[in-house]
């Protein structure tokens, strides 16, 4: 006997209970499509997803940590792994640095400032040793607390060095025995760097030096910056200054510019280039660095030239002293011709004046250089600038390069005091 439901189905679909019988398995067969399809999404989505390129660099990096383990672990079963431990250095190497020896370069003839460069050539070894901290050592303050204050026992110049500058506000400066400060409580920078990057600015017909990043100042080089106040102010401003000051046996400048996490290497240009490509820069600033322009036939400035971009600005402020009137003016008559003259040499124009500070702009238009005369600086060939550290060349770049992009191609219009658009 058949039961009821198979009755009522047969009543129902009458002779055609296959196709009832068909139809009822494609439903409840896209009913079960649909119940274990959304389990089998959630669970697919609760798994996490790996990009393919990410899980090629991991395993990478895992199988060269595995290899310098399976290494570490061998050079100690072998008993070699104290061998290869190095010693601390002695005393007399606290202020060592490679490839600057004074001493050593003073014994094979350099002079003239040369015994203060670069001379890896003749700069030996010695003894492999780990240089050790100073005694009283702390970690730096967290940025940007520590571009202001730093732990004066983590830099070479000593209290009685700092004190003896002579100068008043150094003396502001050191708030604690353990600290030196370059800001005020009220946040106020000393050695009126605001006023003086304000000037800059306004120098250059802009309203503030705020203005400075829209008018395509991106990269300054700072030549000698001392304590590094000025490039600490154009951090705040969004601008990136590179500190390079000369060798020192305490590399106090750029040892204190790196501890108010600044960027700062040790460099001198007397007799080799800075290692930097041509037109990097977009400023070149340079305040009572001690330069005398007139020595090599104009070769610091032809290096200024090759480090700044089209368009660029070269920024310096003389140490002439403002107390004697006539002797003053005539100081600065003598140092500024070498300059003016030289400068017309190889396209740059000078822009502004005020009172000791001084700015010149490379010109931005490359048809200048084919009308220089024969008697001007000659254009360097191409290749010129290939390595770093290559001596002084006596010669200009001219725009031969492709990285011929003046700055104001990449900044907004600025309309200056002068009616005029840079």
Known sequence: MRS??????????????????????????????????S????????????????????????????????????????GAGRQGELGLCG????????CYNVTANLLLGFKDGEEFDRHCEVSSQGKICLVCPPKDYKIPLRWPAGRDVIWSGNVKITKDQFLSSGSITKRM???????????????????????????????????????????GVRTVLDIGC?????????????????????????????????????????GNFISRQLPYPSLSFDMVHCAQCGIVWDKKEGMFLIEFDRLLKPGGYFVITSPISKSHGRATSKKKRSMLTPLAEFTEKICWSLIAQQDETFIWQKTADAHCY?????????????????SYYQTLMPCIIGASSKRWIPIQNNSWKVLSQSGRFL
């Open 4 to 37: 009821p439901w198979v009755n009522k189905l047969s009543v129902t679909c009458g002779r055609r209970l296959p196709v009832c019988w068909l139809l009822l398995c494609f439903v409840c067969f896209l009913v079960l499509i649909a119940v274990f399809g």
């Open 370 to 386: 084919s009308s220089l005369k024969k008697n001007d600086v000659p254009l360097c060939k191409e290749g010129h600038d290939a």
């Open 39 to 78: 389990t089998f999404s959630n669970s697919f989505d609760s798994v996490p997803f790996t990009h393919v390129p990410e899980i090629y660099s991991n395993y990478r990096r895992l199988k060269e940590q595995a290899a310098v383990d399976y290494f570490q672990l061998r050079t100690v079963s072998s």
């Open 226 to 266: 001392g304590f590094g106040s000025f490039g600490a102010h154009l951090v705040s401003l969004r601008l990136m200054a590179l500190c390079v000051a000369a060798y020192e046996a305490t590399g106090s400048q750029v040892q204190i510019a790196l501890e108010r996490g600044l960027p700062a290497m040790i």
């Open 173 to 215: 400066m050191l708030l604690e025995e353990n600290q030196i400060a370059f800001h005020s409580q009220d946040g106020l920078i000393f050695d009126g760097v605001k006023d003086y990057t304000r000037q800059i600015a306004e120098m250059m017909g802009l309203g503030s030096d705020s203005e400075l990043f829209q008018a």
């Open 91 to 98: 005393k007399e190497r606290e202020n060592y640095v490679p």
